[in-house]
């Protein structure tokens, strides 16, 4: 039977000195780049309710005024998706219904990939 010595296990340790310091210089880039990863996919799954929001509200003014025709319909749609931080895309009238899409450019470096898109349609169809 081997009898372990204050020497001994003090060589047993010595090979694993150091060790946490190119862990640590490794895993936090790697957390650093998944967290960007994700901040970046929250950022851009936000935009896209803000851009579906802002087509339904937008439709539901553009149905409010579809009576009156295209034209004033789809100026109060734009009216109402620069108001909720969009823009009017298209926006057209099948009947008494509005049926509209609008863009929202993402946050920061998010808005080179290009603008979140919206539809919506409201209306009596």
Do not use: K, Q, Y
Not at 16 to 29: H, K, S
Not at 90 to 104: H, I, M, P
């Amino acid at each position: 039977m081997a009898v372990l010595t204050s020497g001994s296990r003090r060589r047993g340790w010595r090979g694993d000195r150091g060790f946490v310091t190119p862990f640590a210089a490794g895993l936090i880039p790697l957390l650093l780049l998944t967290g960007g990863f994700v901040a970046a996919a929250t950022a851009v799954a936000a935009t896209r309710h803000a851009a579906e929001a802002a087509a339904d509200v937008a439709a539901l003014a553009a149905a409010r005024h579809a009576l009156e025709g295209e034209r004033p319909a789809c100026d109060a749609a734009e009216h109402v998706a620069v108001e909720n931080g969009a823009r009017l895309v298209s926006c057209r009238l099948e009947g008494l219904e509005a049926v509209l899409t609008v863009a929202v450019s993402p946050p920061g470096r998010l808005a080179s990939l290009g603008d979140v898109h919206g539809e919506a349609r409201a209306g009596r169809g």
